[in-house]
C-alpha cells in the first residue's frame, strides 16, 4: 500500500507537470529531500526516479519556461568550478570504488542548485520552493515531534524518523541542524505566504511546527541541535525591539524547561563542555588533527571518503566514585576510518584547500548577498516589496545556522541546503531583474511620439 500510494501521488504530480513544467522542479525537490525510494519496500527502488524527474524538469524548462533576460549569478559560477573539481578528485581518489558511490548523489546535488535558480523567474516560484522544502522537511519533523512528545525521544542514534534508517535526513545530527535552519523560513511563509494566505490556521500551524523543530534536538539528543537552537536565539536579537526583555525571558523558558527533559537528554548536553569525558567528541578532535596532518602532504585533498584510511589514537577521562576518593580514570583508544563529522574537515580532506576555499565562496557568499539585499530594499518603501527584506533575512539566518551546525556534522553537500542556496541566488537574480525593468524608460513616449509621414 505504501508502494502504491507514493506512485499515486507523484504520478498525479508529474501528470500536472505537463502543464505547469515549474512542478517538475518541485517534485524533484520532494524526491531529494524525503527519498521516498527509502521509504517504498521494492516498486520506487526499481526505478531511478530522480534521474526521471530531473530529466524531465530540466526538458520543461528548456522548452515552456521564459528565457527573456535570464541571468547567471557569480556563485552558480562557482559552483560550476566545484563540481568539476569534485569530478577530478572522484577520478584520482585513494578510494575510487567507495568516492564513485558518494560522487552518483553529489553531482546531482550541485546541477540540480545551478539549474534551479534559473527557474525561478517570479515571486510565486520562489515562496513555491520555500514551500515545498519546508513541508517535506515538516513531514520527517512532525513525526519526530510527536515521538519525542509521546516518549522523550529515542536517544542518540535510535529514534527512527518515518524509517530505520541514519542517512540524509533521517540522521539525528542533520535533521536537527535543518529543523532548526527552516524556522526562520516558516516564519517567512507565515506571515508573508500567499500559496495559503496568513490567517489563523496557517500561523497555528506554523507555530506548531516551530514547536515540532526544536522537540528535533530533544529527541534525536543530538548536540549540534542545541547548540543551533543558540545560534537562533542570538540571532533573533538583531531585530526585536526590546532586546532585554527578550534576552531574559527565552532565559527563563530555557531554565523551566530543563525538569520536563529527559535526564539522558541532559546528560549527553553536559558533554559539550568537556570533550575528553566522551569518546565520540573525542574522535571528532582526533580526526580533524589527522585531517590537517593529511592536507599538509596531499593540498589536493584524497576525494570522497578519503577518511577511510585514517588512523587516530587519543585518551578519555572518567571519573570514578564521589568526594575524596574520586579517582580518574585515562583510557588510551585506537580507532581507525571515522567520518570527519564536520564540513568544513569533510571538504578539506576530500577536495583540497581549493575545494574548501570554493565551499566557503558559495556559502559564505550568501550571508553576504541577503545583507545586501537587505540594505537595498529597507531603503524602498514599496507595498508590493515589504516581504523582501524578511525572506533576505530568512535566508540569511537558516544559512548562518547550518554553517554554525555543519561545524560538528558532514553535510557538507546536503541537498537540502543547496536547495536553500538556489533560493538565494533565485531571489537575488529575481529582484535584480525587477530593479532593471523598474530603471527602463523609453526615449520616446509612445502617446507622444510623432506620426511618421
Known amino acids: 500500500m505504501r508502494d502504491l500510494a507514493f506512485v499515486a501521488f507523484l504520478a498525479a504530480f508529474l501528470a500536472l507537470g505537463f502543464k505547469r513544467p515549474f512542478l517538475f522542479v518541485l517534485a524533484y525537490a520532494y524526491i531529494d529531500i524525503v527519498a521516498p525510494q527509502r521509504l517504498s519496500y521494492w516498486m520506487l527502488n526499481a526505478v531511478p526516479i530522480s534521474l526521471i524527474v530531473f530529466g524531465l524538469a530540466f526538458l520543461g524548462w528548456l522548452i515552456a519556461d521564459d528565457k527573456k533576460d535570464m541571468r547567471v549569478s557569480f ?82 542514534g535510535v529514534m527512527q524518523l518515518l524509517i530505520s534508517d541514519n542517512s540524509g535526513l533521517y540522521e539525528g545530527s542533520i535533521i536537527s541542524t535543518v529543523a532548526i535552519c527552516i524556522i526562520p523560513l516558516i516564519l517567512w511563509l507565515a506571515n508573508y505566504g500567499t500559496v495559503f494566505p496568513p490567517d489563523w490556521r496557517v500561523k497555528t500551524f506554523a507555530y506548531a511546527l516551530i514547536f515540532a523543530c526544536l522537540l528535533i534536538p530533544i529527541g534525536t539528543q543530538a548536540r549540534t541541535g542545541l547548540v543551533c537552537i543558540g545560534v537562533l536565539g542570538v540571532l533573533m536579537l538583531r531585530f526585536v525591539r526590546y532586546r ?48 590537517w596532518k593529511y592536507v599538509q602532504q596531499n593540498p589536493g585533498g584524497g576525494g570522497f571518503e578519503a577518511y577511510l584510511q585514517n588512523r587516530v589514537k587519543f585518551d578519555t577521562v572518567a571519573a570514578k566514585g564521589d568526594g575524596p576518593n574520586t579517582l580518574i580514570e585515562k583510557n588510551e583508544i585506537v580507532d581507525k576510518g ?46 508590493d516589496e515589504k516581504w523582501v527584506v524578511p525572506l533576505a533575512l530568512a ?59
Not at 558559495?362 to 529597507?378: D, L, N, T
Not at 541546503?417 to 525587477?434: E, N, P, S
Open 244 to 291: 532585554f526583555l527578550y534576552a531574559g525571558v527565552a532565559a527563563a523558558l530555557a531554565v523551566a524547561a530543563v525538569p520536563f527533559l529527559p535526564q539522558s537528554y541532559t546528560n549527553r548536553m553536559a558533554t559539550i563542555g568537556e570533550y575528553k569525558a566522551d569518546q565520540s567528541a573525542s574522535t571528532r578532535v582526533a580526526v580533524w588533527a589527522w585531517t
Open 395 to 453: 535566508l540569511q539566518n537558516g544559512q548562518i545556522i547550518f554553517m554554525v551546525g555543519s561545524a560538528f556534522v558532514g553535510i557538507a553537500f546536503q541537498p537540502f541546503v543547496y536547495m536553500l542556496i538556489a533560493m538565494q541566488i533565485g531571489l537575488d537574480t529575481y529582484l535584480a531583474r525587477r530593479r532593471k525593468e523598474a530603471a527602463f524608460r523609453p526615449l520616446i513616449d509612445g502617446k507622444a511620439a510623432p506620426k511618421l509621414a
Open 75 to 156: 556563485r552558480q559560477g562557482v559552483m560550476l568550478l566545484l563540481f568539476l573539481w569534485c569530478a577530478y578528485t572522484t577520478r584520482t581518489a585513494d578510494f575510487p570504488i567507495d568516492a564513485q558511490g558518494k560522487w552518483e548523489w553529489v553531482w546531482k546535488a550541485l546541477v540540480f542548485a545551478m539549474f534551479l535558480p534559473l527557474t525561478l523567474r517570479t515571486k510565486l516560484r520562489i515562496e513555491a520552493l520555500g514551500l515545498m522544502m519546508v513541508l517535506c522537511a515538516s513531514s520527517i519533523i512532525i513525526t519526530g515531534g510527536i515521538k519525542t512528545l509521546a516518549s522523550g525521544g529515542g536517544g542518540y
Open 338 to 383: 571515522r567520518a570527519y563529522h564536520s564540513s568544513y574537515f569533510e571538504m578539506l580532506g576530500e577536495q583540497g584547500f581549493f575545494g574548501l576555499f570554493l565551499w566557503l565562496v558559495i556559502h559564505f557568499g550568501g550571508i553576504v548577498r541577503m545583507e545586501v539585499i537587505q540594505r537595498i530594499h529597507r531603503k524602498r518603501d514599496r507595498e
